[in-house]
């Protein structure tokens, strides 16, 4: 059980594991969106209760799914210009990978210390 959290993401560690690889989802779906480029056919994550016996398989979807949409786009496409996300700031192809990259990381840490302060 998770240590209490006002974030809906932190209900538990189901929803938490949905969260994240939802965004997974999301953030390469936006990213095609943004340049222009076919959807990349990333399923829907499974749902919360499902996820434990699914998890893996949907990661390896997820993963399949986000190696080849970007192969043909330049550097000067990654790098500008900036477009407005789904939560409203903006970032450009590249800032958005980065940000995908450390979601994760910042969950774990987030994590980490709601643990602390149980």
């Known amino acids: ?8 993401a932190y209900a538990s560690l189901e929803t938490l594991l949905h969260h994240v690889l939802g965004a997974a989802r999301g953030y ?19 749902e ?3 996820l434990s016996a699914e998890a893996d398989g949907y990661m390896e979807h997820v ?18 210009p900036e477009y407005q996300s789904r939560w409203q700031s903006r970032y450009c192809i590249d800032s958005m990978l980065e940000h995908a990259v450390m979601h994760p990381i910042r969950h774990a840490f987030q994590l980490e210390e709601l643990m602390r302060q149980r």
Do not use: F, K, Y
């Open 48 to 50: 919360p209760a499902a």
């Open 28 to 46: 390469m779906t936006w990213m095609c969106e943004a340049l222009g480029l076919p959807e990349p056919g990333i399923r829907l994550p499974p």
């Open 63 to 80: 993963l399949e799914h986000w190696r080849a949409p970007l192969l043909e786009v330049g550097d000067d496409r990654l790098e500008t």
């Open 1 to 8: 059980m998770l240590p209490r959290s006002s974030d809906p």
